[in-house]
Nanobody, 124 residues
Framework: QVQLVESGGGVVQAGGSLRLSCAAS????????MGWFRQAPGKEREFVAA????????YTADSVKGRFTISRDNAKNTVYLQMNSLRPEDTAVYYC?????????????????WGQGTQVTVSS
């Protein structure tokens, strides 16, 4: 099993920044990649960004490209999501996820473990 704990959410004004963290514990060696998803009220959970543990390759959704950056610290088993130039439409619960397989990165169904989520609210 892998446990994921997110932190760093909060309330920020439009144009501001936040950095989310996701600390992984347990059988982290069994996972290949980590991802961030978000879910706004009344909407489907959507992919935000993903990163592979070994190579560090990253994937970012078009809606946040150029504003959000995903990174990792293998020694700490922690993944980060740096969010800049935040907009009201970025308001959502942000979830960290981990997957064991190597196929796919932007589909919810390929991820095996999920955190509880952290709320991000961007005021206009």
């Amino acid at each position: 099993q892998v446990q994921l704990v997110e932190s760093g959410g909060g309330v920020v004004q439009a144009g501001g920044s936040l950095r989310l963290s996701c600390a992984a514990s347990g059988r982290t060696f069994s996972t290949s990649s980590m991802g961030w998803f978000r879910q706004a009220p009344g909407k489907e959970r959507e992919f935000v960004a993903a990163i592979s543990w070994r190579i560090g390759g990253t994937y970012t959704a078009d809606s946040v490209k150029g504003r959000f950056t995903i990174s990792r610290d293998n020694a700490k088993n922690t993944v980060y999501l740096q969010m800049n130039s935040l907009r009201p439409e970025d308001t959502a619960v942000y979830y960290c996820a981990a997957k064991q397989g190597v196929v796919g990165y932007d589909l919810r169904t390929v991820y095996d473990y999920w955190g509880q989520g952290t709320q991000v609210t961007v005021s206009s």
